[in-house]
């Protein structure tokens, strides 16, 4: 069930995994998570152009859609053995009143993770649980089962921002909020709250004053500027070009209400970290789970840009060869994604057969030490290569023209492949006073090894929207 290891920890894995493994009982002080809403729609990671003026790429981070299968039946059955049986009765009445159908598997996914985190709260814990719509109302029913009605505080409603174009074309109420539940662990017990205040407006005291010199108490209904006049748009110094991404202003305010400095906090839907990132800044230890390499990789940039003293450990990810070949023949897309950010590159394409055109990253160098160029990425998972594979790289960087290209594959290369790829020619930089093969190969476990693309000047965040630096830099070690 777990050991009592030190934080912070990003863990690249299936939370319910990670949770059941790494997390021990009553460990964790304060749980925040904002899961998929099963919404059915795809979200897309954005990535600019490196001279900042738009978005360069897009990566299909995930698809928010669950099927009835043989994964959600099993997460159903291990509702039924988990020894939670009011939970397990609110679900089985869910099943018999919508059916095997792609909600009951999101709730199900849903209810089993729910009782692990509850399982790693302390009894002095809260956790807070960021939905919309679409499944809210079951999830409370759901959320009353794990923790018993008691436990229940407070239905917050965040307004998430202002209504834009799109959403004035609604034949319906405009939507703009979310809702978030927040419970404790033991409603008989002691919890954790700092009461919140925001300021009294400037003319307060010229009115009178009174009341609480603190300021005015927060109450349930968020709509105050601060947590959305740095709204994460297209224009915000905040936007790290990840779907979903929530201001840094709302995690901070849901840490210093129920938590404490040097207590744990936990995010297993982690995504683009914010929830790890307002923790890292409130000197709280953190531990952060996603599911996707473009998740994790996107944090470590995130930290690394805001907190550079901070320190942490990247767990799940390939450390050496077997486990990257194991990766490799478990998720060839996970795969790619983990090479390309191993080599400082931008990922390309997604998860859409043949959206790549042959590029499964981009890296961009500075050949003459300013003007930016790209390097043309393409791994291969297989266990089987061919010189076929080179000539058609060589054609795709002819086709975008691209200065180099970089071919990354698990099987060792063939003669004919070496020789395609020599005959491709080099490239001359005159501010190095080098020449670099144009077209790369490099093999898993040279990687694994430590070597990397031999490019002049590689500029492995040129397309990444980096945080901004926090005052302070963070805790600045490991806790």
Partial sequence: MGTNRPANHLYYGDNLDVLRREIADGSVDLVYLDP???????YNLLFRAPDGSGAAAQVEAFHDSWHWNDAAA????????????????????????????????????????LIELRRVLKPSGSLYLHCDPTAGHYLKLLLDGVFAPRAFRREIVWRSGWVSGFKT????????????????????????????????????????GG?????????????????????????????????????????ERIIAASSHPGDLVLDPFCGCGTAVHAAEKLARRWIGIDVTHLAIALIEKRLHAAFPAARFTVEGTPRDLASAEDLARRDRYQFQWWVVFLI????????RKGADGGIDGLLYFRPDGRTVERAIVSVKSGEQVGVAMIRELYATMERERAAAAVFVTR???????????????????AATGRTYPRLQIITVAELIAGRRPDLPYPDPDAAF???????????????
Avoid at 170 to 176: G, H
Avoid at 184 to 205: C, I, L, M, S
Avoid at 465 to 479: I, N, V, Y
Wanted: net charge positive; no cysteine; glycine share 8%.
């Fill in 344 to 351: 400082g590159a931008m990922p390309h394409g997604g998860r």
């Fill in 465 to 479: 929207r980096r945080a901004a630096r926090e005052p302070g830099g963070g805790q600045g070690s490991l806790l």
């Fill in 74 to 113: 099993d997460a159903f059955d291990q509702v039924a053995r988990s020894g939670h049986p009011v939970a397990f009765a609110l679900l089985d009445a869910l099943r018999r009143f919508l059916g095997e159908n792609d909600m009951l598997a999101y709730l199900a996914m849903m209810t089993i993770r």
């Fill in 211 to 251: 009341g609480n010199p603190l300021g005015k108490p927060i109450d349930d209904v968020w709509d105050d500027p601060a947590l959305y006049s740095p709204n994460i748009k297209s224009f915000s110094a905040e936007k790290l070009g990840y779907p979903t991404q929530k201001p840094v202003a709302l995690l």
């Fill in 169 to 208: 074309r609604t034949t319906n109420w405009v939507r703009n909020h979310d809702t978030i539940f927040y419970y404790v662990r033991d409603p008989a017990g002691e919890w954790t709250f700092n009461k919140q205040y925001v300021a009294h407006a400037a003319d307060y005291a010229r009115r009178g």
């Fill in 36 to 42: 998929p809403f099963n919404s059915s729609a795809s």
């Fill in 411 to 429: 099987a060792a290369p063939s003669a004919p492949m070496v020789r395609e790829a020599a005959a491709v020619g080099r490239l001359a930089s």
